[in-house]
């Protein structure tokens, strides 16, 4: 998938961020929206095609006298639990900081929407705070954390009917090979940084929303052979920088779509 360039547009909240890092004040109006060019997702973890089979055979295979259950286990092994099933993927974003000034990344709000335009769609929100020091060091939970009052921003409440749960936070990472971590990376002035964003699919939720999927292979499942199973997604948010005493910079990503093969 080619990388997609997003707009971007500015908004300076009215709430300050958790840690002010710096005094941006002299800057005033100068202070310019930093870009996010979205790279692409890929998969980092998935259940193999010989797993998935294992789950889905016994439900949509019909064997007289219910021998379902026997016949999918001889072909292809014992039925998998579904939480041994994880599903996760890294995004990964471009940011560019035009400024003279670093820019911390605050907060990310991030969609993913599984089968977007069918009837088994889903769609899942994940609010995460990063912390300069970590995890905790950032004091209480921000309640307008992941919320914006521009319209032209992705906020948290653009996705009420969300499933909760589906899409959980595994971290960001800065530098390619880095563990993800929820510590708030820094872009540089007048600088540009990729970050991997890692996130899990709740199995569960996945599982259920992929039947369709086995249902429409029920001649190979009976063969013996496991299909490939695609999932077409879409992915969006907005990633918040704390620009000190000015409060927060929201910027826009996505919507970009894509498909997943397992």
């Known amino acids: 998938m080619k990388p997609i360039a997003l707009g971007a547009s500015l908004l300076l909240a009215s709430t300050t961020a958790c840690i002010p890092l710096q005094n941006l004040g002299a800057l005033g109006a100068n202070i310019k929206p930093p870009s996010i060019t979205f790279v692409g997702a890929t998969l980092v973890s998935t259940p193999s095609r010989q ?107 653009d996705f009420a009917n969300a499933a909760t749960g589906l899409v959980v936070s595994n971290g960001l990472a800065a530098i390619a090979g880095q563990p993800p971590s929820f510590t708030a990376p820094t872009v540089a002035a007048s600088s540009e940084m990729e970050v991997t964003a890692r996130f899990s699919l709740s199995p569960q939720q996945l599982l259920r929303v992929m039947r369709q999927l086995a249902d429409q292979s029920v001649s190979e499942l009976k063969q013996g052979r496991a299909p490939s199973f695609v999932i077409p997604y879409r992915l969006e948010g907005t990633i918040w920088f704390d620009a000190g005493s000015f409060g927060r910079i929201a910027i826009p990503w996505g919507p970009a779509s894509g498909t997943w093969t397992i």
């Open 51 to 157: 797993q998935l089979s294992a789950y889905y055979c016994p439900d949509v295979v019909s064997v007289p006298l219910g021998g379902a259950a026997l016949l999918c286990q001889g072909l292809f092994g014992p039925r998998p639990a579904p939480e041994s099933m994880v599903v996760a993927f890294d995004a990964r974003l471009k940011i560019q900081n035009p400024n003279e000034i670093p820019l911390p990344l605050a907060t990310l709000l991030a969609a993913v929407t599984v089968f977007p335009g069918f009837a088994n769609e889903q769609t899942g929100a994940t609010c995460v705070q990063l912390c300069p020091g970590g995890p905790g060091t950032c004091g209480p939970p921000d309640p307008n954390a992941c919320q914006a009052s521009s319209r032209d921003v992705r906020s948290l409440s």
